[in-house]
T-cell receptor, first 115, second 113 residues
Framework: DTGVSQDPRHKITKRGQNVTFRCDPISEHNRLYWYRQTLGQGPEFLTYFQNEAQLEKSRLLSDRFSAERPKGSFSTLEIQRTEQGDSAMYLC?????????????FGQGTRLTVV | QQQVKQSPQSLIVQKGGISIINCAYENTAFDYFPWYQQFPGKGPALLIAIRPDVSEKKEGRFTISFNKSAKQFSLHIMDSQPGDSATYFCAASKRGSQGNLIFGKGTKLSVKP
């Protein structure tokens, strides 16, 4: 499978616990993005990396959220002290920049439920 | 402030009909306008995208119409099929940052057989 891979697909956690998600982008893609999608809404941008550098963070990314892409390949998104409002689908996408065709490919997401 | 407004919220179309979904944007710095299709439990998948230097782009049964002066763009699905039943999102992004997409709220399309 050469698409964007996310793990786990589902995560149920108790409020206050920390969770970490992993994203493996398409291998030749140098840009990696994290989005959050709540039920009935479009995805909302959280942050993106070009290679290992985190270039932009949304104001949605509170200080409880941290993302890394240590070697410019896979990325992790950690949420500390989870709250019920963190329940959402967390989507990862990747693209190659610069490119005339700048399509961002999305993974299937990690659905987080905070109980 | 919602930067990309999408309508309608839901749409029911008979098989073989034309599905039309509309989006409007405010930020004139946007220069890339994709449409994504999402099935339940799946990530969004790119359907078709357009840049503001053209007024229309067609790929198979899917057509984007773009009106730069009105800051509006729309998706037309010709000969709609039950397999097209999904949620459709329009989006927009700025030059050099096409992966930083601003999405509309989505349109749930149901195509009745």
């Amino acid at each position: 499978d050469t698409g964007v891979s996310q793990d786990p697909r589902h995560k149920i956690t108790k409020r206050g616990q920390n969770v970490t998600f992993r994203c493996d982008p398409i291998s030749e893609h140098n840009r990696l993005y994290w989005y959050r999608q709540t039920l009935g809404q479009g995805p909302e941008f959280l942050t993106y990396f070009q290679n290992e550098a985190q270039l932009e963070k949304s104001r949605l990314l509170s200080d409880r959220f941290s993302a890394e892409r240590p070697k410019g390949s896979f990325s992790t998104l950690e949420i500390q002290r989870t709250e019920q409002g963190d329940s959402a689908m967390y989507l990862c996408a990747s693209s190659f920049f610069p490119s005339g065709n700048t399509e961002a490919f999305f993974g299937q997401g990690t659905r987080l439920t905070v109980v | 402030q919602q930067q990309v407004k999408q309508s309608p919220q839901s749409l029911i179309v008979q098989k073989g009909g034309i599905s039309i979904i509309n989006c409007a944007y405010e930020n004139t710095a946007f220069d890339y306008f994709p449409w994504y299709q999402q099935f339940p439990g799946k990530g969004p998948a790119l359907l078709i995208a357009i840049r503001p230097d053209v007024s229309e782009k067609k790929e198979g049964r899917f057509t984007i119409s773009f009106n730069k002066s009105a800051k509006q763009f729309s998706l037309h699905i010709m000969d709609s099929q039950p397999g097209d039943s999904a949620t459709y999102f329009c989006a927009a992004s700025k030059r050099g940052s096409q992966g930083n997409l601003i999405f509309g709220k989505g349109t749930k399309l149901s195509v009745k057989p």
